[in-house]
């Protein structure tokens, strides 16, 4: 049994690999996940300046540990930070089974994401080993800025003007490029979400769904108060509540996505039939979230471990044999 993937033309060692997000704000919470059984790994949303987030407290999370919620406000390094050739050696270290770094850009504005585009291109032709670029189009958390992928006369502008970048009109784009998108609900907005991304599909390697479900609220029953402070609250919702709404949205996406687009599935991923279950809607490889923020990086062990076992039940030998083959009733 060999969990290893194609994605895009990356090599993923096995199709499950870390979430943009949780410990992936500096190299030495990334090389743990380098030297777990994850196939990869992808840095935590870069802007173009280093960035604290938001206010504290901005994280919750249900005590049986069936949803988490978080406000962060995208705190991270900023993007030279996470292009620079010491930030990835210190990550990737000896990197014997050569697994992919890559990189996960939010900016916060249209002009700074191409900017960081522009910045990973240089660090590229400088010698960085930085694999994929993800464009994160779904952060929920930012005070006054709506979610890129709910406005789509925005994110055809986004794609439009990423799309006329240097970095992309080679015979040969320069790195694999993915988009992180928010979970959607209704069938239309899943076509104009995919429809755009179609128009694009010779930039656009892998749609990864979802993001966190925007605008949820916990409650602090103690206090009479929200359990998070900024935004009034209102926050990125995570954790297995979501696995229900992640699987709808691969699957979907596999519907309505050009054949030459991956899906990435994400979302409430815990066990490695989770994992299973996402790469059945038609997954090319799946991301683990919160699961992580929780237990760490020997999740990735314990989860390939579980989806190996799955497969050997079931008598597959790499998931080719069973992605996209949920069956349906007659
Ligand atoms: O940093 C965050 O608040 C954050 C981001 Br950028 C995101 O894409 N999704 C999320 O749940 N939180």
């Keep these: 049994v060999d969990l290893a993937t194609d994605l895009g033309g990356v090599k993923l060692t096995s199709c499950v690999y870390n979430a943009s997000g949780p410990r992936t704000g500096a190299s030495a919470a ?22 604290k987030g938001n206010d504290l407290p901005r994280v919750w999370h249900e005590e049986d540990g069936a949803a988490s919620m978080n406000s962060e406000g995208l705190p991270n390094s900023g993007i030279d930070y996470y292009t620079d050739a010491k930030t990835i050696s210190d990550t990737m ?12 850009i939010s900016g916060k504005t249209l002009a700074d994401n191409l900017e960081m585009l522009k910045k990973i291109s240089s660090a590229i032709e400088g010698g960085a080993k930085i694999s994929a670029v993800e464009l994160n189009l779904a ?3 930012i005070p006054g800025k709506p979610t890129i992928g709910y406005d789509f006369e925005q994110m055809e502008d986004v794609m439009s003007q990423v799309s006329s970048l240097p970095c992309f009109s080679g015979p040969k784009p320069q790195f694999m490029f993915g988009l992180k998108m928010p979970p959607y609900f209704d069938r239309p907005h899943f076509e104009m979400a995919a429809a755009i991304l179609n128009k694009y599909k010779s930039i656009v390697s892998y749609s990864a769904s979802i993001n966190t479900i925007g605008n949820a609220l916990a409650i602090d029953i103690h206090a009479e108060m929200p359990a998070i402070r900024a935004k009034g609250g209102f926050a990125g919702l995570s954790g297995k509540a979501v696995k229900y709404t992640a699987l709808a949205n691969v699957k979907q996406m596999r519907e309505l996505l050009d054949p030459s687009i991956a899906v990435v599935g994400v979302g409430g991923v815990s066990t490695g039939e989770d994992a299973f279950e996402l790469i059945l809607c038609g997954a090319q490889a799946v991301q683990v979230g919160t699961c992580h923020w929780n237990e760490g990086p020997k999740c990735f062990d314990r989860i390939c471990g579980e989806l190996k076992d799955v497969m050997r039940r079931k008598g597959y030998d790499s998931p080719d044999d069973f992605r996209g083959k949920l069956k349906e009733w007659s």
């Design 93 to 104: 270290g000896e990197n014997p089974l050569g697994k992919p770094y890559m990189v996960s």
């Design 30 to 51: 990334m090389a743990k996940i380098a030297s777990s059984a994850a196939g990869g790994v992808l840095a935590k949303s870069a802007t173009v300046s280093p960035q």
């Design 139 to 141: 952060c929920p958390n």
